[in-house]
């Protein structure tokens, strides 16, 4: 054994480095998640309420959770090193159980495993396993041992709190009562959880890799863009065998336009900007509470909006692939339009919230934008549902060429920097490959 820092390293597991990147076996897992955030849109899309709503949303919230552990036990480890692989093929499996369960979360279907208690249980053991080799790496060194129990807190507490609203509300409450009960314990475990994590205040674990955690976010950034484009390429047209029409292609055009002004509006500058901050932040605290704030807190509602623009557009496609049809389609359903509409809105203000986090700036035209399609909703409410969503492109793709020309100036000298740095390490791998290989 070797110790580091406090951390006495074996050879089944070893240790990250400064400049280390996200591993395959990070990727791997991150497939489940793609599988995750459709099925959420799946399910809400079946239950187009404000209670469907608003389940849709803690899916999401403790979906992200189980997928940020991974993301920090990364930045420490190598997951692709040791036994840490069959650990993390046991995660996934837990994860992709997890996520099959999605849809009883709430509610215990006849005829089968107790949808809500198989969720708690696999949504207890990504977490656990997650935990659990934070507790070995520490288990020598008891400053780091009483981080450690700051972990496990939160765990114990919230699963107790769901498995509660999974076996008592039906035992005490009747109708409407009981859902609420549920859903008030559902609300409480994720306070443990995410309260814990703001307490904190930047004495949890440290971020190892800036570069690393910038690129596990952008990572769940582009699987949650992937989803909206798998419910573009799915649509009903294709599913049901509905004849392919030009209402289908001029929708699945807007639908990339928007998807592809998302992108833009993040990974162009935003992104690489977020992730030269971080490398410029040294202090151990400060660096721990930006990356806090900034990914694990404030890339939530990047990918919820993502995920609520993507449910939307499974409404509007129901309705386009449908022969019956007019031409430009008929008016969206409130439901439907306020998750296109406020998924987009939800992300730009996500983006906004970044940029004054890390930054120290307001993204004018993103607030704007944020502006335009509030005033816009009630206008899409009476257009067919083509047209809300030509009106959705063309907010989204004015926004980008507004806010790239806004940080003409930064946009400069962040892909800049980005450019020699990449320029270095290619250049730098050729010449260890030129001798080693």
Known sequence: MESAGGVRWSRGIRPSAPGSRATRLELFYDLVFVFAFLNVTTVTAGNPTVRGLTQCLILLALLWWAWTGFAALGNVIRTDQGVVPLVGFATAAAAFVFVLALPQAFLDRPGGMPGPLVFVTCYFLVRASQVAIFGWLVRHDRDLRRRFLLLVVPVVVATALIVTAALVPQRLFDGPAEGLARLALWLAALAVEYGVGLALRGTGWPVLSAGHWAERHGLIVLVALGESILGLGLGPG???????????????????????ALWW??????????????????????????????????????????????????????????????????????????????????????????????????????????????????????????????????????????????????????RQVALEEQLAVEAEQTRWRRRHL
């Open 265 to 414: 509006a993040y990974f162009d500058t935003l992104a690489l900007a977020l992730e030269q901050t971080l490398h410029r932040t040294r202090d151990r605290a400060a660096r721990a509470a930006l990356a806090r704030d900034a990914y694990t807190y404030l890339h939530l509602p990047l990918v919820a909006g993502i995920i609520l623009f993507a449910l939307g557009l499974k409404g509007l496609l129901d309705e386009g692939a449908d022969p019956s049809t007019p031409r430009w389609g008929v008016r969206l359903p409130g439901f439907d339009l306020l998750a296109l509409y406020g998924g987009v809105g939800l992300y730009l203000v996500a983006l906004v919230a970044l940029g004054r986090r890390v930054l120290g700036a307001f993204r004018w035209p993103s607030v704007a934008a944020v502006l335009l399609l509030a005033a816009a909703v009630p206008v899409g409410a009476r257009l067919p549902e083509l047209i809300a969503l030509g009106l959705l492109a063309a907010v989204t793709v004015a926004l980008i060429a507004a806010q790239t020309v806004a940080d003409a100036p930064l946009r400069g000298r962040v």
């Open 238 to 260: 294709f599913v049901a065998g509905l004849p392919l029409s030009w209402p289908i292609i001029v929708a699945a055009v807007l639908g990339i336009a928007v998807v592809a």
